[in-house]
């Protein structure tokens, strides 16, 4: 455990009489994400459901701890050297969800891939794009993630969620919310609980064509045999997405150790494991270089770097 151990300790001990979900201390982090790196995280608190997180975290300001909150680590490199405080897994219960004639729910922690199937077995579009997308509605939201010309903020209506620098429930609408190509201005310490998305009618057989449209695509072009977290980079302004400038500029094939950049899509950083974190940031920063050098564009990492003390790359 790190030199924060005592305060850990203690807060391990307050949590214990109150949480209903699993407190696991120096919990390795590589179990968590699907690159499979990451050291230790000094608490990881999965809360049991909503009613639980609710009850903790005014203990866990109160230790006044770094906080990281965690979905499927889909998009997420963790640093070699852990993270100095508590990781919240909203995967294990804040997965409520439900689609009605209205409007669709989701908590955090649900499956983005999930919920796109219970829309489409509904007989609500709008959500097709998310069969592809790997991870939780929370990081959806987080990152504006988006694939086949679809975004998760097309459909939004309204996130809910907590200021976890004051405890204050926080409701948002979209039209409150300033967004972009992957990129969502939300409070810094804003943790999301819940979103609404409107969905519209249509036949649940043609969604679903139209899903296994898009999953073709994707296992055509998208290395998905081998451990990555998505595409490395944004996507930059101007004609040439980040996959061909790296392709152009001679990137696919580089490598570090047993980690490289994917010959089937250029975004991609691949590996077939036996990798550390610093494997993969030289790998980037190396790409980065050599697209710079080659294209004059300087590309921005689209992976969510995280170390000892919080998100590097906002």
Request: glycine share 14%; aromatic share 6%; with cysteine.
């Amino acid at each position: 455990m790190s030199d924060s151990a005592g305060t850990v300790t203690g807060l391990v001990s307050a949590l214990q009489s109150i949480a209903r979900g699993r407190l696991l201390t120096d919990e390795p982090l590589a179990q968590h994400t699907t690159y499979g790196v990451g050291g230790p995280a000094d608490l990881f608190y999965l809360p049991a459901d909503p009613e639980d997180l609710m009850s903790a975290l005014p203990v866990i300001r109160e230790a006044d701890v770094p906080i990281l909150p965690l979905g499927g680590g889909t998009n997420t490199l963790m640093k070699d050297a852990g993270f100095r405080g508590v990781v919240i897994c909203l995967t294990d219960g804040l997965t409520g969800m439900n689609v009605d004639a209205d409007e669709g729910r989701a908590e955090a922690g649900v499956s983005t891939q999930v919920y796109s199937r219970r829309c489409q077995r509904a007989g609500r579009t709008g959500f097709e794009f998310g069969c592809g997308i790997p991870g939780t509605i929370g990081g959806a939201v987080r990152g504006n993630a988006g694939a086949w010309g679809g975004e998760t903020f097309d459909h939004l209506l309204w996130l809910r969620g907590v200021d976890l620098a004051t405890g204050l429930e926080m409701t948002f609408r979209k039209e409150e919310i300033a967004h972009r190509y992957r990129r969502v201005d939300l409070p810094g310490r804003y943790l999301l609980l819940e979103a609404a998305f409107e969905l519209e009618e249509d036949d649940p057989d043609e969604i679903l064509s139209r899903m296994d449209r898009m999953l073709d695509e994707r296992k055509a072009s998208q290395p998905l045999w081998m451990r990555n977290a998505g595409c490395a980079f944004k996507n930059p302004e101007g004609p040439a997405p980040a996959g061909l400038l790296i392709d152009r500029s001679g990137g696919k094939g580089m490598s570090v150790g047993n980690v490289s950049v994917s010959d089937v899509h250029a975004n991609f950083l691949v590996t077939k494991g036996g990798i550390t974190a610093a494997d993969v940031l030289k790998l980037i920063e190396k790409v980065r270089d050599r697209v710079f050098q080659s294209e004059g564009v300087e590309l921005e990492t689209e992976v969510r770097i995280v170390g000892e003390y919080g998100v590097e790359n906002v």
